[in-house]
């Protein structure tokens, strides 16, 4: 799948999912809570259960198809692991697990820096399961309505609305350029490879720029005042929701409490 389809895919399925017409508010605060918890959790065992119900809820509830999950997972996931390898092997103190000596240094691995890369790992892993259950689940022009309505600055919201839409017209106008690169052969040989790459990278901005006049002209020809203007009939969330939510955030803080005090980290 390529990363025009990905991202056209995302945007289809937080329209379409089981989800979407639930109350946005009642989305955003269970992804913001969990993922809050994950990156704070003293303990790994919790950003398991996030990432476990996150998942169910994404596959089971939201009927998300569990491979366009596992396929959007693999690249921050691949991101992950080599990032926390590098801290496994490089990073740590204490007692060491085992020495390397070479020539000119001596490598060290400790205990300790792989206890770190396994807890940042799993840490990360919950964190982008709320974040995936808040984008596959809920539409960004909910997200900015919510935004709006909290009393964030409106030129805020809509640079990000903005940002958000060009985000995948430079991923669309990439795709062309590298379509038609192949086509003509320019990734043949790793010099073609490298002279395409850097056409790519200097000819992009002058058509993403061109994109950008584009659409600022059609933008005052539908008669733009300086105020992006949508529907706002948002569900309201309802409050069985929330204390579920909320009850469900505070058993995973005492849990992390209960597993301190035996002594599990």
Sequence with gaps: MSHAHL????????????????????????????????????????????FAVNTALLLAVAKIPARFYLHLLLYPIAAVTLSCAI???????????????????KWTIYQNGITIAIATFLRVVGALSAQFFLVLTTSVVDVFIILRRVRVPTVIIEM?????????????????????????????SLLRRIRSVAMVAGNLFIRTLEQGERTVTAMNARG?????????????????ALAGIALFDAALVLAIFILLNVGVV
């Design 224 to 240: 733009y005042d300086g105020n992006i203007r949508v529907l706002e009939d948002l569900p309201s969330p309802k409050k069985t």
């Design 7 to 50: 991202s056209a895919e995302i945007d289809r399925y937080a329209y379409t999912n089981a989800l979407a017409k639930s109350s946005p508010t009642t989305k955003l605060f269970f992804a913001l809570s969990t993922l809050v918890i994950s990156v704070s959790a003293p303990t790994p065992i919790i950003p398991v259960i996030i």
């Design 160 to 188: 990000s609305l903005l940002i958000y839409r060009f985000i995948f017209v430079f991923i669309e106008i990439t795709e062309q350029m590298n379509t038609a690169q192949k086509l003509r052969l320019g990734h043949s």
């Design 87 to 105: 801290l496994a092997l490089f990073f740590g103190y204490g007692e060491p697990l085992t020495q390397v000596t070479f020539p000119w240094f």
